[in-house]
């Protein structure tokens, strides 16, 4: 696994940050990508100089026999594309979310055992501001936690009169999911909370949808129960008319010791009126992509387990699929 070859399934909008943190890495040849879209395929590969372009991702991996392949493909066709490369002994790292329900994540890690190294391309817990979180928490700064609110605000999703909405304008099948902000945008911050803070369970769960043209929800709130009591509120909203189109997080920390709160690109304990860490946004989420990958990269080479490992992100689909069941929404 010195000199590792990868094969890309997918060349839309995102696969470009994942592209730039395959570039990233030592000793990694990009060998081939593929796309049913064939010029966007071309466009990908004359970018990124990659050798050879497809059309058919089974042809591809049977052609260029990789080590690896990075699958950036809707999430319908994850399970079959993730069997196909366990059945070829490729090794797998996929989009999240994983699969569209737990059962389906079930019996897709069940098929593929231990044949292959699977990892899902969960990558808010390697942004860097929600890793400063986490190690500081681990690191006793607050305390023992005994509250979390993390509140998410965007126009993403709605905009004023004469304006269309950014997520929108890029995604505008987004429009008809029934599913939306808790399987789409929520699901990152469910993974990086349980990052931080632990296994939890969820205790409540209400919608709303404030765009009326949408088909599904666009604010939730949520309270959620950490393993050794915590308590924690997700209080989101994507339709939030006059805030920035991407979405702008603050998450506060509540120990017995002290309080963390990271506000959008500042991160502080409360005790202290310095230092203050302040993050680049716009670097951290490529960082983001680059930092999965390379989680993914190491795995390979040394055997280390990964953090976003398939029984890992299981239960962060677990979650996902509480909050629609207690919702009200179904499974």
């Not at 990694?28 to 796309?35: F, G, M």
């Not at 490729?90 to 079930?106: D, G, L, N, R, Y």
């Not at 209080?235 to 002290?258: C, F, Q």
């Not at 005790?271 to 930092?291: I, W």
Request: with cysteine; hydrophobic share 45%.
């Amino acid at each position: 696994m010195s000199n590792l070859r990868v094969a890309v399934a997918g060349a839309g909008a995102i696969s470009e940050f994942h592209l730039h943190g395959w570039k990233a890495q030592e000793g990694v040849e990009l060998c081939a990508i593929c796309d049913p879209d064939e010029g966007r395929a071309a466009a990908r590969a004359a970018e990124f100089g990659i050798a050879r372009t497809f059309t058919d991702t089974e042809e591809m991996l049977r052609a260029v026999a990789p080590d690896a392949v990075d699958i950036i493909t809707p999430v319908g066709t994850h399970a079959p594309l993730v069997r196909l490369a366990a059945d070829l002994g490729i090794h797998v790292m996929c989009q999240k979310p994983m699969t569209p329900t737990v059962a389906e994540a079930e019996a897709l890690i069940a098929d593929v055992g231990e044949r292959v190294r699977f990892m899902v391309h969960e990558n808010y817990r390697f942004r860097p501001h929600y890793a400063e979180v986490a190690a500081r928490v681990k690191a006793g700064e607050v305390g023992n936690v005994r509250h979390a609110r993390l509140t998410v605000r965007s126009s993403s999703m709605m905009d004023y009169p004469g304006r269309t909405p950014f997520l929108l304008g890029r995604q505008p099948y987004l429009a008809t999911f029934e599913r939306l902000l808790v399987f789409e945008i929520l699901i990152h911050h469910l993974d990086a909370l349980r990052a931080i803070l632990g296994e939890m369970s969820v205790e409540s769960a209400s919608f709303d949808r404030v765009n009326p043209g949408l088909s599904g929800e666009d604010a939730a709130i949520v309270r959620l129960r950490e393993a050794f009591g915590a308590v924690v509120v997700v209080d989101a909203n994507i339709s939030a008319l006059g805030y920035p189109p991407l979405p702008i997080d603050r998450l506060e920390i509540l120990g017995d010791g002290d309080t963390l709160v990271l506000d959008g690109a500042e991160l502080r304990l409360l005790s202290r009126k310095d230092p203050v860490t302040v993050h680049d946004l716009k670097a951290n989420y490529q960082a983001c992509f680059t930092g999965a990958v390379s989680e993914f990269v190491n795995g390979l080479r040394t055997g280390a387990p990964f953090a976003t490992d398939r029984l890992d992100n299981i239960e962060t689909l677990r979650l996902m699929e509480a909050i629609y069941r207690i919702a009200g929404a179904g499974t």
